[in-house]
Each structure stands twice: as structure tokens, then as C-alpha cells.
């Protein structure tokens, strides 16, 4: 197991469209799978997608932990709202509803910023472990939000590609100044209206 180097926007790895996996179960494509989650966990992600480490396969490796959810978790995904350590290769996203919901991202090959991104909060996906056995989930919320996150890699989609408004995109560094900014937005306007 190795710690890569990961791709960062504007690197031409990250805008291909990457290769199926003709066989799932091959010896280079566990290495390449230990070499990702090694990867991940020493960048502190959420997941990670093959061509993020230079290498054009359908591979994406994610985990969805309830500290990193964010806001609280609405009664609707409370039963999905997370994800173990998952690798899937070759996945297929099929999405269920048309509601979508913006979220804030961040992502390893765009370092230092933050986004708000509209994804959809109902998908199934799909796609084979490195052991040859299909892995079918529904899921919700920010498992969902995750999973089309590394999925879009795979499609040569960073999130900013995403946004509807680039005035959401953030430094992470700003991220409180823009919290307490807002907080005083609210209380001014708590106020105003108190004051009626």
C-alpha cells in the first residue's frame, strides 16, 4: 500500500471520461483499491475517485460517517444517512427522484474551498466490489450526496461544474467569517421584525 499523489483541478486526468474495469477481482485493481483508502484516510476525505490518483478507471471508494452529515439529519434519511467504507467499481447511480437540495462540498483536487452544489437527495447505486459481488444501496441525504460527488470523477465532473451560483463558492479559511456574518444577517433581521 502506497500514499498517492492526488490530481488537482486543471490536471487533464480530471476532465477524461474514465475506463469501465474489465475484471474486478484482478491483483492491480485491489492494489490500486488499498493504495485509494490509504489515500483517503491520510487526506481526511469522505471518498475518493481513481482518477484523482491518475489512474482512469471506474473506481470510486467513499465512506459517508454521521460527524461529517453536517446539519442534522431529517427524519426522511434517518435510516440512510451513512455509509461504511465502501468500494465500488464500475458503478451505475440511478437517480429517484427529482428533488434535489444544495449542500456544502469540498473535494481533495480542489483544495482550500468549499461549494454549495445541488444534488439529488434520492438515488440507487450500484457496482462491484473488488471480491466480484454487486453492491446495491438506495440512499439519502449525504450518502447520496457523496456517492454522485465521486461518481461525477468518474464522468470528468469536479463539483464547481455543479453550482448554479459561484458566489456560494467559498475559501475554507472564510468558512466562520461567513457563519457569524450570516448569524448577525438573522439576528438583524429578528430584530427588525421584533421591532414591528
Not at 471508494?61 to 460527524?67: N, T
Not at 474551498?113 to 459481488?133: F, H, K, M, N, Q
Request: glycine share 8%.
Amino acid at each position: 500500500m502506497a500514499i498517492r499523489k492526488i490530481a488537482r483541478m486543471g490536471h487533464p486526468v480530471l476532465k477524461g471520461i474514465a475506463r469501465p474495469v474489465p475484471d474486478p477481482t484482478a491483483p492491480a485493481v485491489r492494489a490500486l483499491v488499498a493504495d485509494m483508502i490509504e489515500t483517503m484516510i491520510d487526506a481526511n476525505g469522505a471518498g475518493l475517485a481513481a482518477p484523482q490518483v491518475y489512474e482512469p478507471w471506474r473506481i470510486v471508494i467513499f465512506q459517508a460517517p454521521a460527524e461529517r452529515a453536517g446539519e442534522a439529519v431529517d427524519e426522511a434519511e434517518i435510516f440512510d444517512h451513512t455509509a461504511p467504507l465502501t468500494v465500488l467499481i464500475n458503478p451505475e447511480i440511478e437517480i429517484l427522484s427529482g428533488e434535489t437540495e444544495k449542500g456544502w462540498e469540498g473535494c481533495l483536487s480542489v483544495p482550500g474551498l468549499r461549494g454549495l452544489v445541488p444534488r439529488s437527495l434520492d438515488i440507487r447505486y450500484r457496482g462491484v466490489t473488488p471480491d466480484g459481488e454487486t453492491i446495491e444501496r438506495r440512499a439519502r441525504g449525504f450518502h447520496a450526496r457523496v456517492v454522485q460527488h465521486e461518481c461525477d470523477h468518474l464522468d470528468g465532473i469536479l463539483y464547481p461544474q455543479r453550482m448554479d451560483d459561484l458566489a456560494e463558492l467559498i475559501f475554507e479559511s472564510e468558512a466562520r467569517a461567513m457563519l457569524a456574518a450570516q448569524m448577525e444577517a438573522k439576528e438583524a433581521e429578528k430584530e427588525t421584525g421584533d421591532a414591528r
